[in-house]
């Protein structure tokens, strides 16, 4: 089996500080995601990538901007850290969009 | 676009008591259902997923049943127990290279013993 590591597990920014969580997975799959989840509105999709070097906007996808270097990685930054954001990132990877395994996901704190 | 609506939580019930969690779904086309559930510091995990119309999904003694003319795909267990308390999330995708899944609100499950 494989696994999804997320880094940092917390992530702590001040107000409009630009800030990254990065994202490993060792299935060898083809596509990634990153979701935002808040309490109550479940999950959001901010972005996702088909391949390497690929990037498809979610419908969250304003204030972060992502980055597919690698198959393996997918790393999501928020571009200017605020306190409303504060939420749960959560990665993901699938092969063709159906069963998607998850990581623990990084609690982003902004103080 | 697509979206996915569910019982909006929280839920409590004690051991013993069955469990209904009502998942309603629009998409213009036909798509693959699934029901994850994410335990306390995890990540969600798939319960299980039904790709087509009219069969049922099951896994731990959660069962859902694919209702393509209602639109439907409702969560049921006969008897739940402690160790079923959890956020659920009921979720479509559409089978092709690239798809994305869409998620419903999540549905937070307390089971008192």
């Known amino acids: 089996g494989g696994i999804i590591t997320q880094t940092p597990k917390f992530l702590i920014g001040q107000e409009g500080q630009k800030l990254t969580l990065k994202c490993q997975q060792n299935?060898?799959?083809?596509?990634m995601y990153w979701y935002r989840q808040d309490s109550g509105k479940g999950l959001r999709l901010i972005y996702y990538?088909?391949?390497?070097?690929?990037?498809q906007k979610g419908d969250l996808s304003e204030g972060y901007d992502a980055s597919r270097e690698k198959k393996s990685s997918f790393s999501l930054t928020v571009t200017s850290a605020q306190k409303n954001e504060m939420a749960v990132f959560l990665c993901a990877s699938s092969i063709e969009g159906n069963t998607l395994y998850f990581g623990e996901g990084s609690r982003l704190i902004v103080v | 676009g697509d979206s996915v609506t569910q019982t909006e939580g929280p839920v409590t019930l004690s051991e013993g008591t069955s469990l209904t969690v009502n998942c309603s779904y629009e998409?213009?086309?036909?798509?693959?259902l699934f029901w994850y559930v994410q335990y306390p510091g995890e990540g969600p995990q798939l319960l299980f997923k039904?790709?087509?119309?009219?069969e049922k999904g099951s896994n731990r003694g959660f069962e859902a049943t694919y209702n393509k003319e209602a639109t439907s795909f409702h969560l049921q267990k006969a008897s739940v127990q402690e160790s079923d308390s959890a956020v659920y999330y009921c979720a479509l995708s559409h089978n092709n290279a690239g798809a994305k899944l869409t998620f419903g609100g999540g549905t937070r499950l307390t089971v008192r013993p």
């Open positions: 998409t213009k086309q036909y798509p693959t």
């Open positions: 299935f060898n799959h083809d596509t």
């Open positions: 990538s088909i391949t390497e070097n690929d990037l």
């Open positions: 039904v790709p087509k119309a009219n």
